[in-house]
């Protein structure tokens, strides 16, 4: 087992784990939704919508805001 | 344990600033006073977390001690360095950011790791935020049940979430990638081994750290800002 960090990272210096760092954070915050996310999210919205009718009716109020998003996702293209 | 100075660039650092939402923006105005530490009720336990070190480790580019440091996680976000900083840095939103990015670095698993039974057990089935029962033998022995003290407060030994509720943070959890998260934590972890009696032991459920979470390969820390008990404890060993 490594005594300390720079034993830990080897060879490695601060700038290439920045990097990485960086790459990770513009993957988490990116606003686009490649179809492969959104599937990820269907789960969560099914069992909601299944929950009962007032949960249904919820759902659907918010499906002319979500639309765009969707249409972007199965288009693989980029909404503006 | 220092990295030389060419390991860092200006240019790349231009470029940290618009993705971490404006952090690392506000670090470089630190003014290296010492108020955040100062003030830290975490710095006065464990004399080794030391937020002013930490600002300046990652403005000059010493990003590797800092994820992979132990302190990086003794912050508990109570935001009194925020509140007395002369330049209004917003430090437990770093640590914050940090935190993440050093879970990608695969550090900080055995701390997180302890949600799971209560992400289980408690959030996504029942919908309690906070924990209805205590597993840390330590606190079960001195203080008791939560349950048992809510009982004789009067009140319901567990908070009742309605159904529908329920079905809102599963969906929630869902949607923003919580549940997926949760399912990458594996195993529970509980007492530091060697403070912990046999007796206590027995009720222990730990269990070692997983070597991989999804992608990642994970570590373990270091104290990489000094003794954690100061340096009375680091003579004492």
């Known amino acids: 087992m490594a ?15 920045a990097e990485r760092t960086l790459s990770y954070f ?22 909601f919508a299944m929950h009962g009718k007032d949960t249904r009716v919820d759902l659907l109020k918010f499906v002319p805001q979500m639309m765009p998003m969707m249409k972007a996702a199965v288009s693989g293209k980029r909404e503006g | 344990m220092l990295e030389k ?21 506000e670090a ?28 300046r480790d990652l403005v000059f580019g010493n990003v590797k001690r800092v994820l992979s440091s132990v302190e990086l996680w003794q912050c ?44 289980e057990k408690s959030y996504l089935k029942d919908g309690i935020t906070v924990s209805t029962f205590e597993r840390n033998p330590y606190v079960l022995d001195t203080v008791g049940d ?42 529970v972890e509980l007492l530091d081994c060697k403070s912990c009696t046999d007796e206590q032991a027995k009720r222990c459920k730990r269990k070692p750290m997983p070597s991989k979470v999804g992608k990642v390969k994970t570590h373990y820390r270091f104290y990489n800002y000094g003794e954690p008990g100061g340096k009375k404890h680091a003579q004492a060993g």
């Not at chain 1, 513009?26 to 069992?47: A, D, H, T």
């Not at chain 2, 003014?31 to 070190?53: D, E, F, H, I, M």
């Not at chain 2, 935001?79 to 900083?85: L, P, T």
């Not at chain 2, 840095?89 to 698993?109: C, S």
């Open chain 1, 26 to 47: 513009r993957e988490l915050f990116s606003l686009e939704m490649p179809l492969g996310r959104m599937m990820k999210m269907m789960p969560g919205m099914v069992k």
């Open chain 2, 76 to 119: 508990f976000f109570c935001s009194g360095c925020y509140s007395v900083c002369p330049m209004d840095i917003n430090f437990p939103f770093f640590v914050f950011m940090f935190r993440l990015a050093a879970m990608n670095e695969g550090y900080g698993w055995e701390d997180v790791k302890q949600l799971e039974g209560y992400a």
């Open chain 2, 146 to 187: 939560i349950g048992k003290i809510r009982a004789e407060a009067g009140l319901p030994p567990e908070r009742k979430v309605s159904a529908r509720g329920v079905a809102e943070i599963n969906m929630i959890s869902d949607l923003s990638g919580m549940t997926a998260f949760m399912k990458q934590i594996g195993g």
């Open chain 2, 5 to 25: 100075v060419k390991d860092w660039s200006d240019e790349f650092y231009e470029s940290f600033k618009p993705i971490a939402m404006g952090f690392v923006n």
């Open chain 1, 3 to 17: 005594e300390n960090f720079m034993e830990e990272y080897g060879q490695e210096t601060s700038r290439e784990a």
């Open chain 2, 28 to 55: 470089e105005k630190c003014l290296q006073c010492g108020k955040c530490t100062g003030q830290c009720p975490a710095a006065a336990v464990t004399p080794s977390y030391n937020p002013r070190k930490i600002i």
